[in-house]
């Protein structure tokens, strides 16, 4: 199974060790995508979302495999989504975790969701009490834990709980270009309904992206979604044992 890691722009460590829980009776395989992580590139390199979707076919020649299970997470749901719209034939199954909205119309509503989630008065008090408390200067590595914790803290449905977060960086130059590369209209909806391929869509309740984007992706794929309670848009860390179980229930694995 190929697990693709959000951002864009990120890296997969972060899905660690969440993801890991799957890996009973079947291999998972990850990798950081171009511009992010340990797959660095110069700068007049492009990383559009063409290049992302390319890089993911020419690895699966190089791994000698006819057809890809994938377990796209968040931005990676979209990738999995982009690469079996290009690639239909080479898509064995496709599993969505807290998937990033298939229409450029839905990003707008989440976008807002979450930076009104960013900016609740107990977060700013918090972000205002950490510059105040010196800790920079007394202990870089703990401001930078602390300062991360409050920078994505809007994605949890418990705030408290993005402590078990694997801390992360997002390349900037990759992130900004692979959502311009997909232009102000893009809409994988009608694409989607034309794929046979068996798909699952997990969710949070309390994702900041909104649980209607995901039905909606799920709908045109013609796959069950499955709504995990009390979590926000890291199922992986506030809802594991549901998560591995669901996803556990639907992927392959060797018999």
Request: charged share 20%; glycine share 8%; proline share 7%.
């Amino acid at each position: 199974m190929i697990v693709l890691h959000g951002g864009p722009g990120a890296h997969h460590d972060y899905l660690l060790p969440g993801f890991d829980t799957l890996a009973t009776g079947r291999t998972l395989v990850y990798y950081d995508q171009r511009g992010g992580g340990r797959s660095a590139v110069g700068r007049d390199v492009p990383v559009g979302w063409r290049e992302q979707v390319h890089d993911l076919e020419a690895l699966r020649d190089v791994w000698g495999l006819e057809q890809l299970h994938l377990c796209g997470y968040s931005w990676g749901a979209l990738l999995a989504m982009l690469y079996a719209t290009t690639f239909p034939a080479r898509v064995a199954s496709l599993a969505l975790v807290s998937p990033a909205p298939a229409a450029r119309a839905e990003r707008t509503q989440y976008e807002a969701a979450l930076a009104a989630r960013g900016a609740t008065p107990e977060l700013v008090a918090e972000r205002a009490a950490l510059q105040a408390s010196g800790l920079r200067e007394r202990d870089l590595p703990a401001y930078q834990q602390r300062l991360f914790e409050l920078a994505v803290a809007g994605y949890f449905h418990d705030p408290s709980r993005a402590s078990d977060l694997t801390p992360f960086r997002v390349t900037g130059r990759t992130q900004q270009a692979v959502w311009d590369s997909l232009g102000d209209d893009f809409d994988l909806r009608p694409a989607l309904r034309e794929l046979d391929v068996p798909a699952i869509v997990v969710h949070g309740d309390d994702d900041p992206i909104p649980v209607a984007t995901a039905q909606a992706t799920a709908d045109a794929l013609r796959a069950r979604c499955v709504i995990l309670p009390a979590s926000g848009h890291v199922p992986y860390v506030e809802a594991l044992e549901p998560f591995r179980a669901t996803l556990d229930g639907f992927l392959p694995a060797a018999r």
